[in-house]
């Protein structure tokens, strides 16, 4: 099933930071961040943050033109412990035991996930408050623990 970039016209990845870059649907099927491809009704989607390539996926359509959200989150972040987290593109996830009000923003390597409030629009669940950005990490259950972000990465388009 091919997927769709232009619920109500094209829509933007989260995680742009130039124009024309693509978020498809469904959620499952990790197309964050896509380019139209040269062929009619296909797309070149980057499905992991760490690929280094790019893979064809067929479209309902070309899609449009988008422009970059005005504060756009990281595809993906190399924490300070090492671990690898990615941006969460939708599905239904509980709020962890120790913060009932929080939601999570991204699923990490290690079987952890990075949670933050739930009612701060534009949010990338990550504070931005010092030099070195913070994330609340952990699981479902248990506490959750304040890591260094050392890398944030974003999608560009090559010029």
Same mark, same amino acid.
């Given at each position: 099933m091919p997927v769709s970039c232009s619920r109500g016209g094209a829509l933007s990845s989260d995680a742009a930071v130039d124009p024309n870059i693509l978020q498809c649907f469904p959620t499952a099927a990790n197309a964050e961040a896509c380019w139209a491809a040269v062929a009619p009704a296909t797309l070149l989607c980057l499905l992991h943050p760490w690929s280094h390539s /790019?893979? /064809?996926v067929k @479209?309902?359509?070309?899609?449009?033109?988008?422009? !970059? !959200?005005a504060h756009p989150r990281p595809i993906g972040l190399l924490l300070t412990d090492g671990e690898n987290c990615q941006l969460r593109d939708g599905g239904a996830w509980? @709020? !962890? @035991?120790?913060? !009932?009000?929080?939601?999570?923003? +991204?699923?990490?390597s290690g079987g952890h996930y990075i949670f933050a409030p739930d009612n701060q629009p534009g949010s990338d669940g990550l504070n931005h408050s010092a030099p070195l950005w913070r994330a609340e990490v952990g699981t479902w259950t248990g506490k959750l623990r304040s890591i260094g972000v050392r890398? @944030? +990465?974003y999608v560009g388009t090559a010029s």
């Open positions: /790019l893979t /064809l @479209a309902d359509s070309n899609a449009g033109k988008t422009m !970059p !959200p509980s @709020a !962890p @035991a120790a913060e !009932p009000s929080w939601t999570g923003y +991204y699923w990490c890398t @944030a +990465y």
